[in-house]
Every structure is written in structure tokens, then in C-alpha cells.
């Protein structure tokens, strides 16, 4: 994760998104490197997960990552998620969560969906507060607090997004109660009748 938290540095420094990934092969050598290249690119589709996975991908000679682990700075997008599955990446650590586009826990759960054979592991959180610290930090060039604020208003709007989820799951199942519960009422009327 330090390698990655260096090149989303760089990546900032060069007036991108904060973001940074390596890729590891299966003896934890690193095989991929990336940053965040959109504005340099011009190319909406340059995050540095990709950049990372398709360096990996021509030094392994392989589309197939299966025994490769991407370390993210910020939690994948729905686009990056999108992309482990299509190079069957085995594992996903990323430091911060994005209650924005977060596409592995967070809004969406990409990897873990049901509907997809391949799963591959995800950690989350890992040097949380440094990586979201990063992320923050165009919006700290120009406030007098420093980085911490950011950091617990993005943990309070994860935490109040648990409460909301929470609060849905309950409405959703009053509301299959509702629906479930007249039915059966009415096939034991009919039986009785
Ligand atoms: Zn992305």
C-alpha cells in the first residue's frame, strides 16, 4: 500500500484524482504499476487500477490475473471493479472507502455479485485514514483545518449510510410482510370455504 500511496502522490501532484494501484504476482513481486492519467490523458477510462492491471497483464504475457492481488488507494469504481472481474484478478485490497462510487462494499458490491462465477477475495480499509486523508487533500490546500475533519465527515456519511440501508431493509421486508401475509389469509379463507 505505501507504493500505491506514493503514486497517487504523484498522481495529485500533477493535478489528478489522488489515486495509485500496484499489482503483486503470486510471490508478491510487483508487476504493475498506476495512477490516476485522466487529465494527462485525456482519457475518461485512464484510472490507475487499469493502468496497473494492463502493465501486469504484458509482463505476465496473460490476460488472466487469478493469482495477482490489486492494492488501491481508494475503493474501486463500478468501471475498475468491472475490470478485476474481467481480468479475474484473485484479490482486491483498497485503503479507502468511496461512499460516491465505492463498487465493493460501499454502493455496489461488483466482485460479490451473486450473478458472477469468478469471486475474488476483497480487504477493505487498509491504511484508511492515510488514503482518505489523500483524497481530501486538494479540498485541504484551501482550508485551515488539516485532513482529520475530511476523514471522520467521510466516516460519518458511511455510518449514516449504514443507518439508511438498514432502515430500507426493514421497510422492504414490511413491506413483503404486507404482501405475503393477505395471500396466504385469503388461500386458507378459500380452503375453509
Ligand atoms: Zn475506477
Redesign the pocket.
Same mark, same amino acid.
Given at each position: 500500500m505505501g507504493l500505491a500511496i506514493e503514486l497517487a502522490r504523484e498522481a495529485a501532484a500533477e493535478g489528478e484524482v489522488p489515486g495509485g494501484a500496484v499489482m503483486l504476482d503470486a510471490g508478491g513481486a510487483v508487476i504493475g504499476r498506476g495512477r490516476n492519467l485522466r487529465e494527462a490523458h485525456a482519457d475518461p477510462l485512464a484510472?490507475a487500477?487499469?493502468k496497473a492491471m494492463t502493465q501486469a497483464a504484458r509482463s505476465l504475457g496473460t490476460w488472466n490475473l487469478a493469482d495477482c492481488t490489486l492494492i488501491v488507494t481508494l475503493e474501486? !469504481?463500478p468501471? !475498475?471493479a468491472g475490470a478485476c472481474l474481467q481480468t479475474h484478478v484473485g484479490r482486491i485490497v483498497f485503503g479507502a472507502w468511496d461512499a460516491k462510487l465505492g463498487a465493493c462494499g460501499s454502493i455496489w458490491d461488483i466482485p460479490r455479485d451473486p450473478h458472477v462465477g469468478h469471486v475474488p477475495e476483497v480487504i477493505g480499509g487498509v491504511r484508511e485514514a492515510e488514503c482518505a486523508r489523500l483524497i481530501f487533500s486538494l479540498e485541504n490546500d484551501n482550508c485551515d483545518f488539516n485532513g482529520n475533519i475530511y476523514v471522520i465527515i467521510f466516516l460519518a456519511s458511511l455510518w449514516s449510510q449504514e443507518i439508511l440501508s438498514d432502515r430500507k431493509k426493514h421497510a422492504r421486508r414490511r413491506q413483503q410482510m404486507k404482501l405475503v401475509i393477505p395471500s396466504k389469509v385469503t388461500v386458507q379463507g378459500n380452503r375453509n370455504m
Open positions: 484510472h487500477e487499469v474501486p !469504481c468501471m !475498475c
